[in-house]
């Protein structure tokens, strides 16, 4: 039976066996997915003990997402754009192939699961890091009217904005509304929110966190409590791992129920 796994550190709340587990189920493939610690120090020697024994696919997640774009022969346009991997895949040719499939899951989740649009929008997106960087292609590919790149560090946001041809400002200088805003910082992992001003939201804003949880952000509450809808990046986690099923299947598994599905999960876990 065709072999992937995800190699990450830590590792062990991973959702992506379960994830790839309801792919196969749905779309009628028959593959094992598990999961795999990554090793500071062994990481490019695992993934290649992985190929070696005819394992098919890998997932990359933190912290090797940079060291797999590193070790890649060949690597997407998405890829090279984001600096980083998440995806691998041995072609016939015994080529190392890198994708990066965060942007896109982000994207068709905000499209196809919640109906919005990205094209001739005004976007802010919040967040200079890597998390921002990989999904700035798939966003402008959809022609959005600007994208801007807000940073505590502005310089960091200016160098971003240059690379992708888009804008940069600082927290305090933004000037609103947008029609979407996009939380590409960890912030709300520890329950803060970047320095916002009321005036860059309306009740037309419609907002999105790539972070999840069972409770609202904090950045979704702050949108909220201002009368702008939004949503969580648990469909991000669902379309990301959707995309990469696709490079290594040929086929693309239905995303929205498992995302309900996983949703309600988390809820009864509480």
């Known amino acids: 039976m065709d072999q992937y796994a995800v190699v990450g550190n830590p590792i ?3 959702k992506s066996p379960s994830i790839h587990a309801h792919f196969a189920t749905l779309t009628n493939q028959a593959l094992v997915y598990s999961t795999l610690l990554g090793d500071e120090v062994e990481f490019e020697n695992q993934v290649r003990d992985f190929f070696e024994k005819d394992g098919k696919g890998l997932n990359i997640t933190v912290p090797f997402k940079e060291r ?21 895949l041995m072609g016939k040719n015994g080529d190392l192939f890198g994708d990066n499939t965060d942007g896109i899951g982000m994207v068709r989740d905000i499209i196809h699961n919640h109906g919005q649009s990205l094209t001739d929008k005004r976007i802010l997106l919040l967040g200079a890091g890597g998390a921002v960087r990989g999904v700035l292609e798939p966003v402008l590919a959809e022609n959005p009217e600007s994208v801007t790149i807000a940073n505590r560090t502005v310089e960091k946001a200016q160098l971003l904005a240059d690379q992708f041809d888009c804008l940069a400002s600082s927290f305090e200088a933004l000037e609103g509304p947008f029609d979407i805003i996009i939380n590409g910082t960890s912030a709300s992992l520890s329950g803060s929110l970047p320095p916002l001003k009321d005036e860059l939201i309306n009740a037309d804003t419609w907002c999105y966190d790539m972070m999840y949880g069972k409770e609202r952000t904090v950045f979704l509450q702050w949108a909220h409590e201002r009368g702008a809808d939004g949503a969580d990046g648990l469909g991000m986690l669902v379309g990301q791992a959707a995309e ?19 949703r309600e999960q988390m809820e009864a876990a509480y």
């Open 12 to 14: 062990a709340h991973s």
């Open 68 to 88: 797999a774009y590193a070790m890649c022969d060949i690597l997407s346009q998405r890829a090279k754009q984001a600096g980083a991997v998440n995806t691998l």
């Open 244 to 262: 990469a099923f696709y490079l290594w299947r040929q086929i693309r598994p239905e995303t929205a129920s498992l995302v309900d599905a996983m």
